[in-house]
């Protein structure tokens, strides 16, 4: 019987690698396609062709006697992966075999969540580095530690990220892409208990700001702040005490043996921080193709030209290019006035229409940083 085991295995084994073959083959197709889009400018996703083909191979599957929402699973995932190698084609990047990924750390960060949602379809090799806080994760970028970085911009409960925005306007990086990271902050112990014998909450000060009303039912709390979620959690398991609970992910509570007490105590229900990509280098995309691009760029205004501040913002409007952020914030810098405009676009730097945008701006004396142009996250995750 063992024996008649081992020979059916061998047999699927085989089959298998017959499968294997079949999907490398499928990418290098999947290439030629890129290649004929570039010419034709054709976008990258074609939601018709992805439908009409999943419905004939669900069809096709019932005659084979294979499950239909076993067929959906499947093609999903391998019409995903030619979406990302047709992507990464077209934006003729240089990944390294190894990327080197800083995050403010340790594991189990939403920083490192962030991260690994970003990469999930990259099949390099990865390697983590660890950082206390943001301006040492903007730091090994720049001095070449690491290949990536990943930096929280904004969320949809306590706003931006000041320090974030302090740091892009003088670092010299760029945004290579953005994730957006579904947020559930939730109350994580040691041991199972009630929230009325919790004396001490640990955490980034962050979500304190995002889950301030759920927290303001528990004045007697005393509050202790820490570099990053997850060097809370860690902080919690380490001490062991059952009066001390940590705001945290579900997610990462299992990385330090926590148990979850309270889920979704943030202020707002859809809680979403959007994550960037930071790298050294300009990522550019060949404006030939119809990929839905975002370009974030900061204009520094000087308190003298504040009065060009609508003029900019009309030139925006007038361009009828999408504008998804414009925000003015404070100049972050010593003995420095002024204000800077905050943009995001959603169209392609290399466009006519976004270069003559940036030649009308400059034309008023201002100075422009282009943070970077990088595909719209619902793309890519």
Same mark, same amino acid.
């Given at each position: 019987?063992?024996?008649?085991?081992?020979?059916?295995?061998?047999?699927?084994?085989?089959?298998?690698?017959?499968?294997? !073959?079949?999907?490398?083959?499928?990418?290098?197709?999947?290439?030629?396609?890129?290649?004929?889009?570039?010419?034709?400018?054709?976008?990258?996703?074609?939601? /018709?062709?992805?439908?009409?083909?999943?419905?004939?191979?669900?069809?096709?599957?019932? /005659?084979?006697?294979?499950? &239909?929402?076993?067929?959906?699973?499947?093609?999903?995932?391998?019409?995903?992966? !030619? +979406?990302?190698?047709? *992507? +990464?084609?077209?934006?003729?990047?240089?990944?390294?075999?190894?990327?080197?990924? $800083?995050?403010?750390?340790?594991?189990?960060?939403?920083?490192?969540? $962030?991260?690994?949602?970003?990469?999930?379809?990259?099949?390099?090799?990865?390697?983590?580095?660890?950082?206390?806080?943001?301006?040492?994760?903007?730091?090994?970028?720049?001095?070449? =530690?690491?290949?990536?970085?990943?930096?929280?911009?904004?969320?949809?409960?306590?706003?931006?990220?000041? &320090?974030?925005?302090?740091?892009?306007?003088?670092?010299?990086?760029?945004?290579?892409?953005?994730?957006?990271?579904?947020?559930?902050?939730?109350?994580?112990?040691?041991?199972?208990? @009630?929230?009325?014998?919790? /004396?001490?909450?640990?955490?980034?000060?962050?979500?304190?700001?995002?889950?301030?009303?759920?927290?303001?039912?528990?004045?007697?709390?005393?509050?202790?702040?820490?570099?990053?979620?997850?060097?809370?959690?860690? $902080?919690?398991?380490?001490?062991? @005490?059952?009066?001390?609970?940590?705001?945290?992910? &579900?997610?990462?509570?299992?990385?330090?043996?926590? =148990?979850?007490?309270?889920?979704?105590?943030? @202020?707002?229900?859809?809680?979403?921080? +959007?994550?960037?990509?930071?790298?050294?280098?300009?990522? =550019?995309?060949? @404006? *030939?193709?119809?990929?839905?691009?975002?370009?974030?760029?900061?204009?520094?205004?000087?308190?003298?030209?504040? !009065?060009?501040? %609508?003029?900019?913002?009309?030139?925006?409007?007038?361009?009828?290019?999408?504008?998804? +952020?414009?925000?003015?914030?404070?100049?972050? &810098?010593?003995?420095?006035?002024?204000?800077?405009?905050?943009?995001?676009?959603?169209?392609?730097?290399?466009?006519?229409?976004?270069?003559?945008?940036? =030649?009308?701006?400059?034309?008023?004396? %201002?100075?422009?940083?282009?943070?970077?142009?990088?595909?719209?996250?619902?793309?890519?995750?």
């Amino acid at each position: 019987m063992c024996e008649e085991i081992s020979r059916l295995r061998e047999k699927i084994n085989k089959i298998d690698l017959k499968i294997l !073959s079949l999907l490398s083959k499928r990418r290098l197709v999947s290439l030629d396609i890129a290649e004929i889009k570039i010419t034709l400018n054709k976008p990258i996703r074609d939601e /018709k062709r992805e439908q009409e083909l999943i419905t004939y191979l669900s069809s096709e599957g019932k /005659k084979l006697e294979l499950d &239909e929402y076993y067929i959906i699973a499947l093609f999903k995932i391998i019409l995903e992966d !030619s +979406r990302i190698i047709q *992507q +990464r084609y077209i934006q003729k990047d240089n990944i390294p075999d190894i990327i080197r990924i $800083a995050f403010l750390g340790p594991k189990g960060s939403y920083s490192y969540l $962030a991260a690994k949602n970003y990469i999930r379809n990259i099949h390099n090799k990865i390697e983590w580095y660890s950082y206390n806080n943001f301006i040492d994760v903007i730091q090994s970028i720049e001095k070449e =530690k690491t290949d990536w970085g990943i930096l929280p911009l904004e969320n949809t409960s306590s706003g931006l990220i000041n &320090e974030v925005h302090n740091l892009l306007q003088k670092c010299n990086i760029f945004i290579r892409g953005e994730v957006n990271l579904s947020i559930n902050h939730c109350i994580l112990t040691t041991i199972p208990t @009630n929230l009325e014998k919790i /004396k001490f909450i640990c955490s980034h000060y962050q979500p304190f700001q995002q889950c301030s009303q759920f927290l303001s039912k528990f004045p007697q709390w005393i509050y202790k702040y820490y570099d990053s979620t997850s060097a809370a959690m860690k $902080a919690v398991a380490d001490v062991n @005490n059952p009066h001390m609970a940590a705001i945290g992910s &579900e997610e990462s509570a299992s990385l330090y043996n926590l =148990k979850v007490i309270k889920k979704d105590i943030a @202020n707002k229900k859809d809680n979403i921080t +959007r994550f960037v990509v930071i790298t050294r280098y300009t990522s =550019k995309f060949s @404006n *030939q193709v119809a990929i839905p691009m975002k370009t974030t760029i900061l204009i520094f205004i000087k308190n003298y030209f504040i !009065s060009s501040l %609508l003029d900019i913002i009309q030139e925006l409007f007038l361009s009828k290019i999408v504008i998804t +952020r414009l925000e003015l914030i404070p100049i972050y &810098e010593d003995n420095k006035n002024g204000k800077v405009l905050f943009v995001d676009l959603e169209e392609n730097l290399y466009s006519l229409k976004m270069q003559k945008i940036l =030649k009308n701006i400059r034309k008023k004396d %201002l100075n422009i940083k282009i943070l970077g142009c990088y595909p719209i996250a619902n793309i890519l995750d």
